[in-house]
């Protein structure tokens, strides 16, 4: 199971670091991935960060000012998100990858979804 959490409310330009804690069998954990979905509009892809290497992966939307980190010690997957925009505010989750790497922004390649953390960016 993965939990995201981390999220507030915060004011445009601002920054905040959301975290993503891994339990269960971490022997087994391939990548995490970060999604988020705005009221209204389907869940999309945020960010990917591998659980045995170094790589990452951007939505376009995140490359810039999003990145992704993990500390395999404390089994928790980092998102640090700066210069905030009102269009960032989501509920944001994170998940495990269970694909075959031909698509990482693929929602239905991942699992063990958790209730998600909410972000909400005033202007």
């Known amino acids: 199971q993965l939990q995201a959490c981390g999220g507030g409310l915060v004011r445009t330009g601002d920054s905040l670091r959301l975290s993503c804690a891994v339990s269960?069998?971490?022997?087994?954990?391939?990548?995490v991935g970060w999604f988020r979905q705005a009221p209204g509009k389907e869940r999309e892809f945020v960010a990917f960060m591998s659980w045995i290497s170094t790589r990452t992966y951007y939505a376009d939307s995140a490359l810039v000012r999003f990145t992704v980190s993990r500390d395999n010690a404390k089994n928790t997957v980092y998102l640090q998100m700066n210069s905030l925009k009102p269009e960032d505010t989501a509920v944001y989750y994170c998940a495990a990858y269970r694909g075959d790497n031909s698509n990482l922004k693929n929602v239905h390649e991942y699992a063990s979804w958790g209730p998600g953390t909410l972000v909400t960016v005033s202007s």
């Open positions: 269960g069998r971490t022997s087994s954990m391939y990548a």
